[in-house]
């Protein structure tokens, strides 16, 4: 079982700065693949920061030079940080995992991976 716990959202007028972290918990195996999502009301949840096989990052067009995923395998923890914030930016963001990586490498929501409570984020203008 696999326990994700997301931090560091809040409120920040446009242009600021945050840093989400998602700590990972229980047995933790190197092929455990991770992923950003957000979902503001009334919308779908969307893949915002992920990872391909080879490790390379990707990322959503909307977010693409403002956003960096990263993530310290010491720690078992996934940051997403995030530069030049809009008001388009404010959503509900979690982190997901997913031993099966089929999903999470497309930015695509993985059914049968784990989830976080999410962290909000508002971003004012």
């Known amino acids: 079982q696999v326990q994700l716990v997301e931090s560091g959202g809040g409120s920040v007028q446009a242009g600021g700065s945050l840093r989400l972290s998602c700590a990972t918990y229980?047995?933790?195996?190197?092929?455990?693949?991770m992923g950003w999502f957000r979902q503001a009301p009334g919308k779908e949840r969307e893949g915002v920061a992920g990872?391909?096989?080879?490790?390379?990052?990707i990322y959503a067009d909307s977010v693409k030079g403002r956003f960096t995923i990263s993530k310290d395998n010491a720690k078992n923890t996934l940051y997403l940080q995030m530069n030049s914030l809009k008001p388009e930016d404010t959503a509900m963001y979690y982190c997901?995992?997913?031993?099966?990586?089929?999903?999470?490498?497309?930015?695509?929501?993985?059914?049968?991976?784990?989830w976080g409570q999410g962290t909000q984020v508002t971003v004012s203008s």
């Open positions: 997901a995992a997913s031993y099966n990586g089929y999903a999470l490498t497309r930015l695509r929501p993985p059914p049968d991976g784990y």
């Open positions: 229980g047995i933790i195996y190197s092929t455990l693949y």
């Open positions: 990872f391909e096989s080879n490790g390379r990052t």
